[in-house]
């Protein structure tokens, strides 16, 4: 059985940074592709950064690339999402997710969902 679980989220100020973490447990091939996504209140869950479990496919979505950096620690089952020169429209629920598959696009779909970790950001 996979589980995921993040931390990290807090209230940041505009500008700063910060990385969320995601543990997880299971058969390492069902969480051969991890992602995360964000959730804001009335809005659709919104899938930001993934990867293989190589690394050697990487993916962000345009919005957050070049701010957003995702990686994993396969020796530690953990997969990070480093945020840098936050601001208040990244503020929201953040989910680490994970699926046995894994491909470079907006449409990726997990099968396997944490349960959340919240970023504040202040103006």
């Known amino acids: 059985q996979v589980q995921l679980r993040e931390s990290g989220g807090r209230l940041v100020q505009a500008g700063d940074s910060l990385r969320l973490s995601c543990v997880a447990t299971?058969?390492?091939?069902?969480?051969?592709?991890m992602g995360w996504f964000r959730q804001v209140p009335g809005k659709e869950r919104e899938f930001l950064c993934g990867m293989n479990l190589h690394g050697n496919e990487i993916y962000c979505v345009e919005s957050v690339e070049g701010r957003f950096a995702v990686s994993r620690d396969n020796a530690q089952n953990t997969l990070y999402l480093q945020m840098n020169n936050l601001n208040t429209n990244d503020a929201g629920d953040y989910y680490c997710a994970a699926a046995p598959s894994f491909y470079t696009k907006r449409s990726w779909l997990p099968r396997y969902w944490g349960k959340g970790t919240r970023v504040t950001v202040s103006s």
């Open positions: 299971g058969p390492p091939m069902a969480v051969y592709g």
